[in-house]
């Protein structure tokens, strides 16, 4: 029996040594680091830009499971911004790659690789309430409790899966993108750029609000679109809008880890961190398109919290994509990849939000009170003398 396993162990040995060897990915450099912790930092500056004018955190799977559950223009106005993103960025400053060719011999595995990733992916961040931007880089930033617990999670989720299914195998990093992405000093121009047109925006916002208080829905539907367009080009230029990249990121045992990414979130706390510590301390008194700030405040951890980062960090890195980049993807590099993605992550979302809403509604059905002809029936039996 132990000659006739041999073959088969030594196999499996040899498998085990390619799937977990560790390497540096010889695509990495210090510039493509910059970028991403520029990229990182324009994240964080469209973060307090939205709460700052609009007074809600950033939270794309947030608004995207509302698409149709709750249509609002709002939501429509950042989901397009995030498309225009995508597509602007690719003409004007580059750094997108085209997705993996379907072979014919892979064709199936990638369509159910797609299917599945973006399945798990939209059932993953309706249950925890968030993904990496809503966690991530706002959650971390106000110290929430959920998202301390649901980060590091979905991450140790993400790399397991990514690990062992080989996503850096699946999604590998493009040669010709890799050197068409801008040099770092092009990036800081762009931020200072995108900046500043935050800022121009903020003011027009504040003064014709201020003077007219009637345009504040228009003006907040404005916002929203400015956010989505300022995120989308955060996330090109951080390398999140890229398969690859992240592939690169969360698969360790593949040889050819890329440890850029690690400094996108750290790019982003480097603002938002001190934002909100500040405005929860001190607070303000309304945002500037008017209203209450509408700050999270549930701090309880549950089953759903905890199922739900696992479920997000397996679709992340099965599809190599989380919400934004999804939406991202589909105005820089449109392919029935991608669409099968977003499709399968609202069919995800529609399907916990269905599932949530029968729940209550028989919750709350089993709650009513009885009708008026048994609550008399009940009042007769309880005139009644009992019997000895």
Not at 231 to 249: D, E, N, Y
Not at 359 to 366: A, L, V
Not at 377 to 385: A, I, R
Request: aromatic share 6%.
């Amino acid at each position: 029996l132990v000659q006739a396993l041999r073959p088969h162990l030594q196999s499996i040995r040899a498998h085990a040594r390619t799937m977990f060897t560790f390497g540096i990915s010889p695509l990495f450099s210090a510039s493509a680091a910059a970028c991403a912790g520029a990229g990182g930092l324009l994240l964080g500056i469209t973060v307090m830009f939205k709460t700052a004018v609009v007074g809600r955190v950033l939270g794309i799977s947030t608004y995207s499971k509302r698409l149709f559950v709750q249509p609002c223009m709002d939501r429509y106005a950042m989901v397009l911004g995030l498309i225009a993103a995508g597509a602007l960025m690719k003409i004007f400053y580059g750094g997108i790659e085209p997705m993996p060719p379907i072979r014919s011999s892979e064709k199936k595995w990638l369509w159910l690789r797609m299917g599945v990733g973006g399945l798990f992916l939209g059932v993953g961040s309706t249950l925890q309430n968030g993904c990496t931007s809503g966690h991530g880089l706002t959650g971390l930033a106000r110290l929430s409790l959920r998202s301390w617990v649901a980060v590091p999670i979905f991450m140790v989720s993400g790399i397991l899966t990514a690990t062992l299914c080989g996503s850096a195998r699946a999604f590998p990093q493009d040669a010709p993108t890799v050197a068409d992405t801008p040099a770092p000093s092009a990036a800081a121009l762009l931020i200072v750029c995108v900046a500043l047109a935050l800022a121009a925006v903020a003011g027009t916002i504040s003064a014709v609000v201020k003077d007219k208080p009637e345009v504040a829905r228009a003006a907040e539907v404005l916002a929203e679109f400015v956010v989505g367009l300022s995120f989308g080009c955060g996330l090109v230029m951080s390398g999140m809008a890229r398969p690859s990249k992240v592939a690169g990121f969360l698969d360790v045992g593949s040889g050819t880890w890329d440890p850029s990414l690690c400094l996108v979130m750290g790019g982003a706390l480097l603002v938002t961190f001190p934002f909100f510590q500040v405005l929860q301390r001190k607070g303000v008194d309304s945002p500037l398109v008017g209203g209450p700030l509408d700050l999270p405040s549930d701090s309880s951890l549950d089953y759903s919290l905890i199922g739900g980062s696992a479920c997000f960090g397996v679709g992340w890195a099965i599809s190599c994509m989380c919400p934004g980049p999804v939406w991202v993807a589909c105005g820089a590099m449109p392919s029935l990849q991608v669409l099968t993605v977003a499709s399968a992550m609202l069919a995800g979302m529609a399907a916990v939000v269905i599932i949530k809403n029968l729940s209550e509604s028989k919750n709350s059905y089993k709650e009513m009170p009885s009708s008026p002809r048994n609550m008399q029936l009940s009042s007769q039996d309880e005139d009644k003398p009992q019997s000895a």
